[in-house]
């Protein structure tokens, strides 16, 4: 037989996948819960939001209330870090259904004797349950219902807000029924907000034509605190494979001297727990790892699993390579194409746990190490179920770890790692550059469910990608492509000091950098200033001082009358920080529009005065009206306009 | 740890809350089944739709293909009454895999000797798999792939199309991954296709004054058989209550004779199980039905669970009423208003298992005396469970009983009844009058998840629905009314003769007949024909014979320039039988517009001649362009157009 309650609860939401996957929050943040609660006939009801952290013994609540047409909705903060469970409740609250009736036939003149009786069956359960203070008005209530010479006094308190409170807090929730349980993980801020900067460590030396080391890096670690980035990431460290190693501009033969690919990992010196030589030594990594503390920086290591064919792995467990029928280990493939510099694991051989232990123990050993972020290296390569193992191993001993996943790859795919548990994901924003298409690809990733799971990072440009609109691009256009990542998105990151210094020649055709670092050791003059380094250090600034930068869901499109002009507004949770942004995405004239104030979510009228201030600039304007003049010119770009009431 | 399979599959449809209910379809229908199914990585994958209803022991499957975006799609049909499971299996495929590889690499000239003896891996397991055909192909490739002096024989032989195709049928499924299993609970055709009348047997004698008894129905089947009617449904023709019984126009006293309201049921002469004497007995009753069934009619029955207060439960029972403190049993409330008439269920008492099983068994009776059809009175006003629980009980032994929702109600409420297993619901159609109103209810109910679990039957008005724009309208709104009903949806209701004859008067301001024959017994001159009776008859001959007005779901709304016109495509699963509806809903003047016809789903293009066929008239025209223009009177306010191409 079915259940006996009454009240049913449908569509609870946040969820994915009907609670299959968990949603993502940062510590602090809100969830809005919101759901269907349905009870046959007329009956009063009353819903709650159960909320637990996975190590508390009792659950939280948080009552429900009525939006209309039968949904409810209720919100709660996550103030740790960890798994909440989440369900909603609902019940038929006897005790408010017979107050509303009464209430009516009293209003309809009616004598109410009898429900005056029924009225103390329900204070009566109250008497164990209420404080000293309720307990003498619940004894009063009784009283007067039971006698009839107190009559008009009865009616009074039947009635009365202190009757409906007392009831409404004191749920008897008879025949309560409970909604599926859901799941969120709760992360530190940096997993919703962080600002990258990636480089190369071979090419941190001072003198040109010599191989950088993690002593190099160091000096260098100043500038890329000053400039305001919390995350410093380095394509892998570990040795490099000297077997079909590639040479540079990614030819298939390596000359004397050439560096190879940081991503070919595993050599007579290591494999994935080790430190390539020519980089300097463990302890010289973990003091970088250290000082960067020191100075606000985390170090993200490149986790990359895959193998050179000098890998230590291929002699230890052959296994978890594949062998061709000739005896000959199976490379990398794309057929036609063949990388011999790589083996790609094979994930469906038997000995896979012994693997999937291993791929583990390599990111414990880094996190023993100081590293608590991990930017993972072509995730949609390896088996999902392995990456929601690995992950929540991970963050079970260690909730601090960071996972972006380097998936640049079909939609699905992308959104089915971030459901896997990755906290944060590479993006579309590299190739989105006008403005329907940055506006469509914002509001996909905040206003469907991927908000919910999908905690995005955007990157004007990488190693592997210099997009066609960075080729032969300006100034302006680098700053563009700075500030709308920075405004959009509250994680971000740039491949410098490619970025910076405008260095884009690319191989004809492709999105790919000619000669690229990732064959090679660079040399650059790391320390030149000019007007990119300095906007990115004042965007960076303004992002770590207002809070509606560091979170990226809170966004609302702004029309305005012009294809060249982007104009959207952001707030933090608390709406104590209001910002007003505009970019131009023309690089070479000036634009000018009248940009529309969302009037409604600024909780102001026509006619009102807002002040608005550019955070980069200074300069302050009063405006008074809905629809407001800009003008943008290519010298700069952009203004991020505080909002002051 | 985690399960090593590779495949992962997401948002398979159609499934109602993640599987939790069913879908629902009727013998012979399709399901069209969609999941994203991804791997990681770029292996070739494959998957199946497995499906098998209830009573089968092995899975039948079906391939899907990809359609793009790592969405998959396959159909099946469901040829039997009751429940079948679905899934969706997805695996990689190691043999396409390789042979996609060996055809790039073959193509690039590259010498692929070891890549053949891979390939001789994959087919070794075939041996033991296929027919004795195939085999000796299995064999003649596994020589040549061994052996080098045959190598341009093998390599033509490696990238065969038969190869593929062995290949393909013979997949080896290793670490295939499944879907959640979903389930679609399968009716027989009248779920989805039915033609109600409903008449209150106690009207249908021929001498006015006079109580009508089933065998004065008797002599009515011959004309609601006549009119293309397949369903009869009386109101409760159980025993009426005698205690505080209702009078004429829903007043609270009742004179001598007053016949009372047939949904106050339960007297000393019974209860649900029973017979109401005026009526005439068992018996009669099931001639009745046994006669109707003669003339392809089945009769259905009234569904009411609530009790008189003379109803034999409420001494045999007295727990399954509810009792107030000063001893008296509690009426049906609307505070302020009181039903005295009606005892509820209360369905919190303690012995509900025993109360269920009695309303089960009032099925399981009526089944026995040859009722296969239940129109359920209020169901939102009894829990949801329930009705989960009895409807199965009794199609589990009764497969072919179908139930119809009357719940008038909040949309959610009857979205979940719908949900919990009702074959038909009640709707909103009633009310929804203007072009706008009418189309966007016909989105809802096909374009959403509700056209895989609510079957929508819809009435032009009822006994309880006097609709405003039914009161004082002439025989052109009639006739607008049961067109538009009949088009749309492929279940629909009159409540007659009362429909037929136009009776409309309503008590003031209100959607209520005036002098209801729910309190009292009419007199009908029943054999009247008119403009009404004989278009209704048409209209349902036109039903019968047409297959794409025998279900909802595939219906287009075509462009046409006047909002008093409305203009639908309608099409049947196998697109043989197509139809284009367009209907005036103006019942004074003439409307013309112009319609455009929706060229691609005719699979027609500009130029191209189809003639259109009125199934009313005869008349035929040839229209050659995308725009044609048509010209509705108040006479003959629709078309129904065969599309003939």
Chains 1, 2 share one sequence.
Request: charged share 25%.
């Amino acid at each position: 037989m079915q259940k006996q309650e009454r009240v049913v609860i449908d569509a609870v939401s946040p969820q994915i996948n009907g609670g299959d996957f968990f949603i993502k929050r940062i510590v602090n943040e809100i969830i809005n819960v919101d759901a269907n609660v349905l009870v046959d006939g007329h009956d009063v009801i009353a819903a709650s939001v159960l909320f637990k952290h996975e190590n508390a013994r009792k659950w939280s609540e948080v009552r429900m209330h009525h939006t209309g047409n039968d949904e409810w909705a209720a919100s709660f903060i996550v103030e740790k870090q960890g798994f909440y469970d989440y369900k909603v409740q609902g019940w038929v609250d006897h005790a408010l259904n017979w107050q509303h009736g009464i209430e009516r036939k009293i209003d309809d003149g009616q004598h109410v004797i009898s429900e005056l009786l029924e009225g103390a069956l329900y204070l009566e359960p109250l008497l164990k349950k209420v404080k000293k203070n309720e307990k003498e008005f619940v004894q009063e209530c009784l009283a007067c219902f039971k006698d009839e010479s107190q009559y008009d006094k009865a009616v009074e308190l039947a009635v009365s807000e202190p009757l409906h409170h007392l009831f409404y807090t004191n749920p008897e929730k008879e025949l309560a029924n409970e909604s599926r349980t859901l799941q969120v993980y709760v992360d530190r801020k940096k997993a919703r907000f962080s600002t990258w900067y990636e480089f190369f460590p071979r090419s941190a030396s001072e003198k040109e034509g010599q191989h950088g080391t993690f002593k190099d890096c160091e000096r260098l670690l100043g500038r890329v605190a000053d400039m305001g980035f919390d995350t410093l990431y380095f394509p892998p460290v570990h040795p490099i494979g000297e077997v079909n190693r590639k040479g540079k501009n990614n030819t298939t033969e390596a000359f004397e001297g050439d560096a190879g690919s940081a991503w070919g990992i595993g050599s007579k010196y290591g494999g994935h727990k080790d430190i390539h030589p020519e980089l300097g030594t463990l302890a010289d990594f973990k003091r970088l790892v250290k000082k960067a503390k020191e100075l606000g920086i985390e170090v993200a290591m490149d986790y990359a699993l895959q193998a050179a064919p000098d890998h230590p792995w291929v002699i230890s467990n052959p296994e978890w390579f594949k062998w061709r029928p000739d005896g000959t280990v199976q490379y990398a493939e794309n057929p036609p194409k063949k990388y011999q510099d790589i083996l790609p694991i094979y994930w469906e051989n038997d000995n896979y746990k012994a693997l999937w232990q291993e791929c583990l123990d390599i990111l414990l050993h880094w996190v023993d190490c100081g590293i608590n972020v991990f930017r993972v290296d072509n995730p949609h390569t390896k088996p999902y179920y392995f990456w929601n193992w690995v992950m929540l191993e991970v963050k079970k001993k260690h909730p601090d770890v960071i996972f972006l996943a380097e998936a640049f790859t079909k939609p699905k795919v992308m959104q089915r790692l971030a459901k896997e548990g990755y906290s944060q994901s590479y993006t579309y924003f590299t190739w989105r550059d006008n403005k329907h298409e940055l506006t469509e690809y914002m509001i996909e990733l905040t206003q469907s469910d991927q908000r919910e799971y999908m905690q995005p990072n955007f990157w004007p440009n990488t190693p592997d990608i210099n997009p066609y609109h960075l080729q032969g691009a300006n100034e302006s256009k680098y700053l563009q492509r700075y500030a709308l990542a920075a405004t959009l998105s509250s994680s971000i990151g740039i491949y410098g000091p490619v970025f910076e210094q405008m260095i884009h020649e690319a191989i004809p055709g492709k999105e790919e950098y000619y000669m690229s670092e990732k064959f090679e050791v660079k040399h650059y003059d790391w320390f030149i200033e000019n007007k990119i380094t300095l906007l990115i250090s004042k965007i960076n600034k303004i992002r770590h001082e207002n809070a509606a930068l560091q979170q990226t869901n809170n966004i609302r499109f702004c029309h305005v009358e012009n294809d060249n002009l982007m104009a959207f507004y952001k707030w933090d949770q608390n709406k104590t920080n209001e910002l007003l942004i505009i970019i131009s995405l023309d690089q070479y004239y000036a634009q000018q529009g009248t940009v529309q104030l969302p009037m409604h979510e600024l909780g102001i009228h026509e006619g009102q005065q807002i002040q608005v201030e550019d955070l980069v600039t200074g300069s302050s304007y009063n405006w008074h009206s809905e629809w407001n003049f800009v003008e943008l010119h290519p010298t700069l770009p952009f203004h991020i306009f505080k909002i002051n009431k």
